[in-house]
T-cell receptor
Framework: QKEVEQNSGPLSVPEGAIASLNCTYS??????FFWYRQYSGKSPELIMS????GDKEDGRFTAQLNKASQYVSLLIRDSQPSDSATYLC???????????FGSGTKLNVKP | DTGVSQDPRHKITKRGQNVTFRCDPI?????LYWYRQTLGQGPEFLTY????????KSRLLSDRFSAERPKGSFSTLEIQRTEQGDSAMYLC???????????????FGPGTRLTVT
């Protein structure tokens, strides 16, 4: 079993809709969670971090963490064609110095 | 504030040759990470430095891989006797020393694409 699991997609949503991206992880104690966006041929770009249960909002992005169910999600409101990219979930077990990325979910936002 | 830089951006080498990549982190960042990424996969952790100390190294890394960060600033990643399976994007990231959470917000460089023929 992989440490971080993501649906590879592609996830297709119409422009203006809400895109919902999910990630599950193995529980090994103290963790931090991050969402990265990666355009084709480019390096990952940090878009959100979340450390505590609940929701964290930043502009059109909302990260949600549920430690009891071991999942973290990213909501993108008012999706734009420029949001079309692969979204990577990362889990950092900082007490073990372990760093894991999921394989990413490809998002297509159709005009 | 300049971002993470990597050099070279592209490297083509023949199987069996040695290659070395360089990473310059964001200037105030003391943590530095190396990852490898192949098509359709997420970044795979290779190694991690805090200042000049190498604190973690993936067990996936064979003895052909070595990394250094001699003065706690830039880092080099060397691959000896390259194999075709080493073809990948090699990514460097850095993060700042700080509170527990923000300390691991990693910022990536543009990567070095290695092709082994």
């Amino acid at each position: 079993q992989k440490e971080v699991e993501q649906n590879s997609g592609p996830l297709s949503v119409p422009e203006g809709a809400i895109a919902s991206l999910n990630c599950t992880y193995s529980d090994r104690g103290s963790q931090s969670f991050f969402w990265y966006r990666q355009y084709s041929g480019k390096s990952p770009e940090l878009i959100m971090s979340i450390y505590s249960n609940g929701d964290k909002e930043d502009g059109r992005f909302t990260a949600q963490l549920n430690k009891a169910s071991q999942y973290v999600s990213l909501l993108i409101r008012d999706s734009q064609p420029s949001d079309s990219a692969t979204y990577l979930c990362a889990v950092i077990y900082y007490n073990f110095n372990k760093f894991y990325f999921g394989s990413g979910t490809k998002l297509n936002v159709k005009p | 504030d300049t971002g993470v830089s990597q050099d070279p951006r592209h490297k083509i080498t023949k199987r069996g040759q040695n290659v070395t990549f360089r990473c310059d982190p964001i200037s105030e960042h003391n943590r530095l990470y190396w990852y490898r990424q192949t098509l359709g996969q997420g970044p795979e952790f290779l190694t991690y430095f805090q200042n000049e100390a190498q604190l973690e190294k993936s067990r996936l890394l064979s003895d052909r891989f070595s990394a250094e960060r001699p003065k706690g600033s830039f880092s080099t990643l060397e691959i000896q006797r390259t194999e075709q399976g080493d073809s990948a994007m090699y990514l460097c990231a850095s993060s700042a020393l700080g509170g527990r959470e923000a300390a691991y917000e990693q910022y990536f460089g543009p990567g070095t694409r290695l092709t082994v023929t």
